[in-house]
């Protein structure tokens, strides 16, 4: 209940004219035709959006240090979706093939049991953007020798493990310079910044860092050897949510709460993001 109670919370205005809104339990929310009040206001918990299901407001109570909506409808409920099930698209599969391979998917936490069996193991209690470049982005760099495929890494192995090790670690390393933190949507309001990924530079001790702008219902995204990619304008390719939750047992089935979650999105890129020159050495 407390989880349903926060996630029906956004600390701030939601008549900015944006669309996507972070909840006080760090889901995210997603709001419509605010202008037209009553008449023709729409929200949706991320479920409601999967499902493509809007909630009416019946009423708004302004109490000067913020508003009340009151909706017409059942609750709104966060998505079923971990990023293991939204990478089941097609459009998704070369990347899904490599982050299957990676051994970062994991259906335990620190003795804690998550829902999917398939969480990405390093997130937190936080929000994040999942960036994918398209299939045949992927297939291309795999094509110019610089990427290896789990295929070739098998060969390898049998001849020379320490050398299968090294290109099944650029292959996660990879992977992990496409996962940020920091949730950002293709919505109408501008966002800037750098934002860490989940891939460090052990020279340096700091992880490294993407260039987002994003405004005007578009991303770009620049990475640390220049390269700018480009968000889809696809809406059935950028901007689906993604919840990934831990549960206070190790047995997901006898589990009576949630423990923890992190809240995702993801967005397919035209082209794969680098993060060194070297980095497929």
């Known amino acids: 209940l407390e989880d349903i109670l926060e996630n029906h919370t956004v600390i701030g205005d939601i008549e900015d004219g944006n669309m996507y809104y972070r909840t006080k339990g760090g ?79 994991t259906n335990l936490q620190n003795n804690h049991a998550n829902a999917s069996q398939n969480n990405i193991s390093f997130l ?30 098998e060969v390898l192995a049998q001849t020379d493990s320490l050398a299968a090790e090294r290109k099944t670690d650029i292959i ?50 620049t990475d640390k050897v220049g390269n700018v990619r480009h968000v889809t304008t696809d809406t059935n390719l950028r901007n689906l949510i993604a919840r990934e939750y831990l549960y206070d047992s190790s047995d997901r089935m006898t589990a009576s709460k949630i423990f923890s979650s992190a809240n995702l999105v993801v967005h397919q890129i035209d082209g794969p993001l680098m993060y060194d020159n070297n980095q497929f050495n």
């Open 27 to 105: 889901a995210t929310l997603i709001v419509s035709d605010v202008a037209g009040g009553v008449a023709s206001m729409r929200v949706q918990g991320s479920l409601q959006y999967d499902q493509g299901r809007n909630l009416t407001v019946q009423r708004i109570y302004n109490q000067g240090n913020g508003k009340s909506y009151i909706l017409n409808d059942e609750p709104m409920m966060t998505t079923r979706n971990a990023v293991y099930d939204i990478l089941q698209k097609p459009e998704f599969s070369e990347f899904f093939k490599l982050l299957n391979g990676t051994g970062l998917l």
């Open 124 to 153: 937190s209690k936080f929000h994040y953007t999942v960036y994918v470049p398209t299939n045949a982005s992927i297939l291309a760099l795999q094509a110019s020798g610089k990427l290896p495929t789990w295929e070739a890494i």
């Open 172 to 221: 996660r390393n990879f992977v992990k310079y496409h996962i940020q933190d920091n949730a950002v949507f293709a919505d109408k309001n501008a966002v800037s910044g750098n934002f860490e990924t989940a891939i460090m530079n052990n020279q340096l001790k700091v992880f490294y860092t993407l260039g987002v702008t994003a405004g005007n219902y578009a991303i770009t995204v």
